[in-house]
């Protein structure tokens, strides 16, 4: 059997030492375009902020590696320009020497991944304006922040880079990973960054309150975000710098521009070869990988896949399902009934210290989708037992199905403890678990990693007394009517307080039940939402109608207001 796979990375790469595990007698041609099989261009913007000080570090295995234990026929620089489906051959261009050559396949396996987008806008190939995908991209990027030319000669290490560069500011188009990323580790150079982006939130997968929390902590660092704002073109300045043009008008200075604007399906090739692409602009797979040609299978970002909560057609250029779904397709290329189960899109960001993580799906797609047979909590607990020195507060947001209790979704902010309790719950959301799962879900417990209520459990004990009804749920974007009670105590209400609320102390309910009204709702709110559950229990068994205003005035304040006052996460 001889197979071909355009494309190495994550998928095709992983593709190519899967199948050869599986298959010893298989001959496999991977063909890569650029001059690197295989490496983490995750990490990408780390080496242009020099915290990943060597380039040979992001490579994660060369061609000798494939050559020599998988015995794999590795040609780089080496492109794929057209796919025969009937006669089953795919020609190939050397980069080098241009030369076009023809290479017949039993089985062919897709994994170009998908382009940065760069907009049709004037004074888009300006000097200075980069993208950001390659190993060559972030070098060229180094040498402009040092020098102010895109010569590469001789500038593979820089035992240098530190020292004073020329560019001093720069411009960072789009809130996604790539984009922030970039633009914390350009400040971690010492340049003023500011960021633009079109859209009313940073990292669209998250929900906007979400999002508020971190874009302020963002801001604190230094950077300076300006959102609701298109790109509309560049033009070049004085000494060589650039101004970038927004839709509102305004025009922002830059020495350079990183575009982080997202990515698009590279599908090129299939579309010549006439295989079938989605509304999405992404390749069609089956679950086994296979694309409408039944011996040409699809992987990576450039593929449509199901959404696993939804099941929704979705994209997702995401490294850990580019690599499940290389060694799915060639588990089923070598006879074994593999499945790809679907994404669920976890992912996390950390950024200056801090990390933003998510699973699942967002309120704003459930919303989007029409889907109403959802709840939703938040909760504010520390990341390890409070008297422990170091705990750090955590703020998440968990979605369940209000029928049954499925876990639909999970966002987590902080700076410590974001990723294990992320990863917990898109455990849970992989084995169709419910909240009331999470309530008994068994962790590990010392202080200084947890709380004997983990976090976890405490959004299952959360959203479990609300679907038992022991504790009505209400949010502050969706307040009718009803009488406002704050349960704080009164030296916290100089701090931040919500005109018109009445003020009862939470020690001092039970004595003054007389001044509540009996015929009206109560809407119960504290700091994060633990003393108004206490409250709404007291209120409700004494024949109250009661709400708990989900998260307190910790989600009022992002919610409802642009600037916190106090009760800041950060």
């Not at 200075?128 to 590469?152: L, N, Y």
């Not at 976890?346 to 967002?362: D, E, R």
């Not at 009803?482 to 209400?493: A, I, Q, S, T």
């Amino acid at each position: 059997m001889k197979v071909i796979i355009v494309g190495g990375v994550a998928g095709g790469a992983s593709c190519a030492a899967r199948l050869r595990r599986l298959d010893e007698t298989a001959e496999i041609i991977m063909v890569e375009r650029g001059p690197y099989v295989s490496y983490a261009n995750c990490g990408l913007p780390y080496y242009v902020g020099g915290l990943i000080e060597r380039e040979s570090s992001l490579l994660v295995a060369d061609e000798s590696t494939f050559r020599n234990q998988f015995a794999i026929d590795v040609r780089t620089r080496c492109e794929a320009i057209a796919i025969s489906p009937e006669n089953k051959t795919v020609d190939l261009r050397n980069g080098v020497t241009g030369e076009v050559t023809t290479e017949s396949y039993d089985k062919l396996v897709l994994s170009p991944g998908a382009a940065p987008i760069r907009p049709p806008v004037p004074g888009i190939d300006l000097p200075g304006i980069f993208s950001v995908r390659t190993i060559p991209d972030a070098r060229t990027i180094r040498t402009w922040i040092e020098q102010g030319t895109t010569d590469q000669s001789g500038m593979n290490t820089y035992s240098g880079f530190q020292t004073v560069k020329r560019a001093k500011r720069a411009v960072v188009v789009g809130g996604g990973f790539i984009g922030l990323e970039m633009a914390e580790n350009l400040i971690h150079l010492g340049l003023e960054v500011t960021l633009i982006e079109r859209d009313n939130q940073l990292l669209s997968p998250i929900d906007q309150e979400m999002a508020r929390l971190g874009e302020r902590y963002l801001e604190k660092q230094g950077l300076r975000i300006c959102l609701n704002d298109g790109l509309t073109g560049f033009q070049q300045a004085a000494k060589g710098s650039l101004e970038v043009l927004t839709q509102s008008g305004k025009t922002y200075p830059a020495d350079i521009v990183i575009l982080g604007i997202g990515v698009k399906p590279e599908t090129d090739l299939a579309k010549q070869a006439g295989l079938e692409i989605g509304e999405l602009g992404g390749i069609r797979v089956d679950d086994q990988m296979r694309t409408s040609k039944p011996d040409i299978f699809a992987v990576g970002d450039a593929i449509e896949v199901k959404d696993f909560v939804t099941g929704q057609w979705s994209l997702y250029a995401l490294a850990g399902p580019a690599n499940r779904q290389g060694r799915i397709a060639a588990d089923v290329i070598a006879g074994r009934n593999s499945r790809f189960r679907g994404t669920q899109g976890t992912a996390i960001i950390g950024l200056f210290g801090g990390a933003i993580a998510w699973t699942g799906v967002s309120e704003k797609v459930l919303t989007r989708l029409g889907d109403t047979d959802f709840e939703k909590i938040y909760i504010y607990p520390n990341s390890h037992a409070g008297y422990y020195p170091g705990a750090k507060m955590l703020a998440m947001k968990v979605i369940f199905r209000k029928s049954d209790g499925r876990i639909l979704g999970a966002q987590a902010l902080g700076l410590d403890g974001v990723d294990k309790r992320i990863d917990a719950i898109a455990m849970a959301i992989q084995m169709g678990a419910t909240i009331y799962d999470l309530e008994e879900t068994e962790l590990c417990y010392a202080p200084q990693f947890g709380s004997a209520k983990a976090p976890v459990n405490f959004a299952g004990m959360v959203a479990a007394d609300v679907l038992r009804g022991d504790m009505p749920l209400s949010h502050w974007n969706n307040i009718e009517s009803g009488l406002l009670l704050d349960v704080r105590n009164p030296e916290e209400l100089a701090v931040e307080n919500v005109p018109g609320a009445v003020n009862i102390p939470l020690h001092e309910l039970r004595a003054r039940l007389g001044e509540l009204p009996q015929d009206q709702e109560i809407l119960v709110f504290c700091r994060s939402g633990q003393r108004a559950y206490y409250a709404t229990r007291i209120l409700v068994q004494n024949g109250f109608k009661a709400r708990n205003l989900s998260g307190g005035m910790m989600s009022h304040s992002v919610i409802l207001r642009e600037e916190t006052v106090g009760g800041t996460l950060y």
